[in-house]
């Protein structure tokens, strides 16, 4: 893994993207103080080419039955892109170019391309999945650990979802919709709308989630982050509801986060 990290600036907020380290913003600090959970594993990862859980690490691809690692027994979890090292495509002092190629173990050969884009109050996050080949199935997502605590109150979650995917006992949606319930999360929820989540620290920042597309994991069963995971799709998608990336038309995907002190 590369230690390579680029700092992005806009007035007081400041963003670190780890290339080497699944292209993932590793930090973002507003006025010196870090919203994201800090670690190799945490920041704010890119799930592609699926979100969440595939059943079996099983998946349809026209009329073949594709295996993926089971790296979260007995499924494949989040994707291939956060294990691997990503390449710097350019540069500037509030924007960053990153690409990664789709290799084994994902069937097709394609390439995934993020832009990480900061402005004085709002993290713009945008991924496309192309394919030089092959049709395929594919989701995008992204999973950011943000932190519970600020050093004041806890962080209050704040949204009005349209239905709660029902969670069978092996975490993936059973298919039924729900009414929403109280938390704890570890939940895919339907915002048809599109994203629209807020997380507010009391007393200190109001941060806003927001994306078009109409899926969000909330995971808030941790003690020290809550996670607001925007996606093309529910966990389990690649079966469920695929998008499919064509030599004609990328799959992309877009989450800003925008905030304001309290």
């Known amino acids: 893994m590369s230690d390579e990290e680029i700092t992005l600036t806009a007035g007081d907020a400041e963003a670190t993207v780890q290339p080497g380290n699944g292209g993932r913003v590793g930090g973002l600090r507003i006025g ?29 691809d026209g009329g073949v039955v594709r295996q993926l690692p089971l790296n979260a027994p007995p499924h494949a979890i989040h994707g291939t892109v956060r294990d691997r090292a990503w390449r710097t495509a350019r540069t500037s002092t509030a924007e960053a ?31 496309s999945v192309e394919t030089y080949e092959s049709s395929f199935p594919a989701q995008i997502g992204w999973h950011p650990w943000f932190n519970r605590n600020l050093g004041g109150e ?24 729900l009414d929403p319930k109280p ?67 990328p799959l992309e995907a877009t989450t800003t986060w925008s905030w304001r002190r309290l």
């Not at 190629?101 to 991924?127: F, I, K, N, S, Y």
């Open 32 to 60: 010196g103080v870090d919203l994201l959970r800090q670690g190799e594993r945490f920041g704010c990862f890119p799930m592609v080419p699926w979100c969440g859980r595939v059943r079996d690490g099983r998946f349809l």
């Open 97 to 127: 170019v990153l690409t990664c190629e789709l290799t084994d173990p994902w069937p097709h050969p394609g390439r995934v391309t993020q832009v990480v884009a900061l402005t004085e109050d709002a993290l713009t996050l945008t991924m």
């Open 154 to 177: 806890d962080v209050r979650l704040d949204f009005d979802p349209a239905w709660q995917e029902e969670r069978g006992d092996d975490h993936l949606p059973t298919g039924n919709r």
């Open 183 to 249: 938390g704890p999360w570890d939940d895919c929820f339907g915002m048809p709308g599109g994203v629209d989540v807020t997380l507010t620290w009391p007393g200190q920042l109001e941060l806003k989630v927001t994306s078009r597309e109409e899926w969000v994991v909330v995971y808030d069963e941790q003690a020290e982050a809550v996670c607001v995971e925007p996606q093309t799709g529910p966990p389990n998608g690649l079966n469920t509801l695929p998008r499919l990336v064509t030599p004609l038309e």
